[in-house]
């Protein structure tokens, strides 16, 4: 099989201890080599093996590829005007999804399609090489199973976000829907998900409502997710922990009881702050997180009413400036922690046996990624060991 060998690595991000310095496992003056779609080899670029292709960075930094475990790409239109308003002064509300709905029911598949290949090419120049991706904007049994249909052919990480907000067919009508969801839409489109997710939230969808979403996604074989505690302090958080879900997602508004109940499981607290940004909200306590010992991800939340960016990059350097955590640790979870929130051991780092995904910096460190913010840091991507940015 072929092999590529990374050379004269500047700062290498293994995040594995075992390898090198502190949680990120950092080396210098590293090398990596893939072999086919994996890695099997991390040392010292003077004893690097002979490999078919060899790579020299000219001592820039190398990365584990981003994992970005909150994504929704299908869908139609935008809400620009939207967020003017909101910069003049309008406050967010969950009830402007109902216009994407709209426009995302009146599109056809190919559109839908078009527009989720444009958005995961554009993740792949910001860096990431795994992007989980959620339906949501369709509402109806047959929107929501095109939505994870189209989702499919792009990511095996397909979450059915079957109870977003109550459509507009339902509205003062939330018990209804979700007797229908439960009853109906599941069982349609679970075949093809991964994930089964839920707005829990003033708005959209209460604490009970929540519960019977997930527990009949659990029952048809998916693992729950939790949009939680995004815009007031509610029941998300303690609910995703209860029913064992993979992440609860936002995590702005909690308390003690919030805060203990995710330290004391195992469900990962991801943190979008471009929607924070976009929604000029309050920022997640991450430093509060962080040191209560909870896993934190990080994700870009792309999504045309709230946080229309892909860029992780951007991500990080939000974090380390508006919610305290050190770049470390926001490279870190951008990486490691969104395997985690996607309970994937086989991305988000650089070791051997671990997918061939991988991103160069433009710089010599990844501390650069927050030092030097809105700056297109990517060098070069590789995903499975193909080399994917530039192609």
């Not at 559109?111 to 995961?120: G, K, M, S, T, W």
């Not at 997640?284 to 990059?313: H, K, M």
Request: hydrophobic letters at 45%.
């Amino acid at each position: 099989m072929p092999t590529t060998a990374l050379t004269a690595i500047g700062t290498l991000v293994t995040n594995d201890p075992a390898l090198g310095d502190g949680p990120l496992g950092i080396r210098h003056d590293a090398a990596v080599v893939f072999e086919d779609a994996n890695v099997v080899w991390v040392g010292d670029s003077a004893d690097a093996p002979a490999a078919d292709t060899g790579v020299d960075l000219g001592g820039r930094a190398l990365l584990p590829g981003f994992v970005e475990s909150h994504a929704h790409l299908v869908f139609a239109g935008d809400r620009a005007e939207e967020f003017a308003a909101r910069m003049a002064g309008r406050p967010y509300g969950a009830g402007g999804i109902r216009t994407t709905i709209a426009a995302t029911r009146a599109a056809t598949d190919d559109e839908l399609a078009a527009n989720v290949r444009r958005l995961l090419d554009e993740s792949v120049r910001a860096g990431s090489t795994t992007v989980e991706c959620k339906s949501g904007y369709g509402q109806t049994v047959e929107d929501e199973l095109r939505s994870v249909r189209i989702a499919g052919r792009y990511t095996d990480e397909v979450t059915l976000l079957a109870a977003h907000v109550p459509p507009p067919e339902y509205a003062g009508r939330a018990d209804e829907y979700v007797r229908m969801v439960v009853d109906e839409m599941i069982p349609r489109c679970a075949p093809h998900a991964r994930w089964i997710d839920v707005f829990c939230e003033q708005g959209a969808f209460d604490r009970d409502q929540a519960h019977a979403v997930l527990s009949a996604g659990i029952a048809h074989g998916l693992v729950p997710r939790v949009h939680g505690n995004q815009l007031h302090q509610g029941p998300g958080v303690r609910l995703a922990v209860e029913l064992g879900a993979a992440s609860v997602d936002h995590v702005v508004h909690i308390d003690h009881a919030d805060l203990d109940a995710l330290a004391g499981g195992d469900t990962v607290a991801t943190l979008l702050p471009g929607a924070d940004f976009s929604t000029r909200n309050s920022y997640p306590g991450a430093r509060a997180l962080l040191d209560a010992g909870v896993t934190v991800a990080l994700g870009a939340d792309c999504n045309p009413g709230t946080s229309y960016t892909t860029s992780l990059p951007f991500c990080i350097a939000l974090a380390v400036r508006e919610m305290h955590m050190t770049p470390d640790e926001a490279v870190w979870a951008a990486t490691a922690g969104g395997a985690r929130a996607l309970r994937r051991t086989d991305v988000g780092a650089l070791t051997p046996g671990a997918r061939a995904d991988a991103v160069a910096l433009d710089a010599p460190s990844h501390l650069h990624l927050a030092y030097r913010p809105g700056v297109p840091l990517i060098s070069q991507v590789w995903r499975g060991g193909a080399l994917v940015h530039p192609n």
